[in-house]
T-cell receptor, first 114, second 114 residues
Framework: DSGVTQTPKHLITATGQRVTLRCSPR?????VYWYQQSLDQGLQFLIQ???????AKGNILERFSAQQFPDLHSELNLSSLELGDSALYFC?????????????FGPGTRLTVL | AQKVTQAQTEISVVEKEDVTLDCVYE???????LFWYKQPPSGELVFLIR??????QNEISGRYSWNFQKSTSSFNFTITASQVVDSAVYFC???????????FGQGTTLQVKP
């Protein structure tokens, strides 16, 4: 158990809908990262937050957005969902701003868009 | 280009055999960090090891060992006396500079047969 929690574990929804994925980092960690794992793209970095502020952005679609709250939990919002958004979404956390810190991953949220 | 290549898509061995998973990385940064993660059938990503670019010492942890060679840009992972529980997908990953963005290889699926 990494100490990172993600809810829900599974999510099934329809095209065009909007969903919110939630992540709680390990105790004491200030950085939260979001990754997408799909069969065709593999594991891809989406976005990072550090202590409430956006720190780095990857290949995140405009339909996707995220935020980190004062209690350090983070939410990833996915809107206007398409079939291709079906994937495993991981949250990870690390203890500081240093870019090379080890990232500990949560169990993931499996999103299925029908 | 910043990239991680795991040329072996799938490896199948019989229990107690030794197996080496290859990883080749590309980055122009002089400071970078290398990682291995394990993804068992249950789906979570489990951290195994972190190395920074200034530390070329090889590391051994139980049946696991890692060989980091900057001259060949490789960071290979060897499992000695493999066990069925080692069956998983193994990912090599790179953080170039201090970006915090993990760049993953495509993964190597290891199947250990009894």
């Amino acid at each position: 158990d990494s100490g990172v929690t993600q809810t829900p574990k599974h999510l099934i929804t329809a095209t065009g809908q909007r969903v919110t994925l939630r992540c709680s980092p390990r105790s004491g960690d200030l950085s939260v990262y979001w990754y997408q794992q799909s069969l065709d793209q593999g594991l891809q970095f989406l976005i990072q937050y550090y202590n409430g502020e956006e720190r780095a952005k990857g290949n995140i679609l405009e339909r996707f957005s995220a935020q980190q709250f004062p209690d350090l939990h983070s939410e990833l919002n996915l809107s206007s969902l398409e079939l291709g958004d079906s994937a495993l979404y991981f949250c990870a956390s690390s203890d500081g701003l240093a870019g090379g810190d080890t990232q500990y991953f949560g169990p993931g949220t499996r999103l299925t868009v029908l | 280009a910043q990239k991680v290549t795991q040329a072996q898509t799938e490896i199948s061995v019989v229990e107690k055999e030794d197996v080496t998973l290859d990883c080749v990385y590309e980055t122009r940064d002089t400071t970078y960090y290398l990682f291995w993660y394990k993804q068992p059938p249950s789906g979570e990503l489990v951290f195994l090891i972190r190395r920074n670019s200034f530390d070329e010492q090889n590391e051994i942890s139980g049946r696991y060992s890692w060989n980091f060679q900057k001259s060949t840009s490789s960071f290979n992972f060897t499992i000695t006396a493999s066990q069925v529980v080692d069956s998983a997908v193994y990912f090599c990953a790179l953080i170039p500079g201090n970006t915090g963005k993990l760049i993953f290889g495509q993964g190597t699926t290891l199947q250990v047969k009894p």
